[in-house]
């Protein structure tokens, strides 16, 4: 039986204290190349900046926003929260959806699978 992972709990210190952690300058999981990691983390710190407070207290966890499947990482998007999984800036925010500049993401999507882990315990 697999360990139980370790979870964040939803606090803007803790994201950033946990995501900043992660060196621009290494992948932390695959399904990232060295060029879209660079971009992600890029926008990761913008969020963090910018945001965080603001999905905090609409409710967001740390794996709506930051998870990753515990084993293969973005290769398997459904586990993915919705900062990993764009490559732009946030334009907006609301308790369920957060909007980039062409896409979104929302929180609430049926179906979706339990088990991530946040990025940067990726492999730990």
């Known amino acids: 039986m697999a360990p139980t992972p370790k979870i964040v709990p939803a606090d803007p210190q803790a994201w950033r204290q946990g995501f900043l952690n992660l060196r621009p300058s290494v ?3 695959p399904g990232l190349t060295m060029q879209s990691w660079a971009g ?13 407070d ?3 207290g609409l409710g967001w966890t740390t794996l709506d926003l930051f998870g990753v499947h ?6 398997r998007p459904d586990f993915c929260g919705g ?4 490559g732009d ?7 369920n959806r957060i909007a980039f500049v062409n ?3 929302y929180r609430d999507t049926p179906g979706r699978p339990t088990g991530a882990v946040p990025i940067w315990l990726f492999g730990r």
């Open 54 to 56: 603001e999905a905090a």
């Open 70 to 75: 515990p084993e293969a990482g973005l290769i």
């Open 27 to 29: 992948v932390p999981c």
């Open 83 to 86: 900062i990993v999984m764009s």
């Open 89 to 95: 800036k946030v334009s907006a925010l609301t308790a």
């Open 40 to 52: 992600m983390h890029e926008k990761c710190v913008d969020f963090l900046d910018r945001w965080a």
């Open 103 to 105: 896409t979104a993401h």
